[in-house]
């Protein structure tokens, strides 16, 4: 099966989505985590590093995962591939 114009730019979105999305987990996961050591203050009675890596990080990922599927059910629905209910 040949791609279509419109295949190909629903894979570009698809990836370029994902590639921002994996950029931000990057980021959110190693860089913060990496420098958070240094922050040496309590935040609400705990280190705020630990803080960071507990409670922040699954924050963000929620978010990431919340955002990705909102978008992807819009591109579905743009690109006439979305599921029926």
Same mark, same amino acid.
């Given at each position: 099966?040949?791609?279509?114009?419109?295949?190909?730019?629903?894979?570009?979105?698809?990836?370029?989505?994902?590639?921002?999305?994996?950029?931000?987990?990057?980021?959110?996961?190693?860089? !913060? /985590?990496?420098? $958070? #050591?240094?922050? &040496?203050?309590?935040?609400?009675?705990?280190?705020?590093?630990?803080?960071?890596?507990?409670?922040?990080?699954?924050?963000?990922?929620?978010?990431? !995962? /919340?955002?990705? $599927? #909102?978008?992807? &059910?819009?591109?579905?629905?743009?690109?006439?591939?979305?599921?029926?209910?």
């Amino acid at each position: 099966m040949q791609m279509t114009e419109k295949h190909r730019q629903y894979w570009q979105k698809n990836l370029r989505i994902t590639a921002i999305l994996l950029a931000i987990w990057f980021f959110v996961t190693f860089v !913060i /985590g990496y420098f $958070a #050591r240094d922050l &040496n203050f309590n935040f609400f009675g705990w280190p705020f590093s630990f803080w960071v890596a507990a409670q922040g990080a699954l924050i963000v990922y929620v978010c990431i !995962i /919340g955002f990705y $599927a #909102r978008y992807m &059910n819009r591109l579905d629905q743009e690109f006439g591939v979305a599921e029926e209910e």
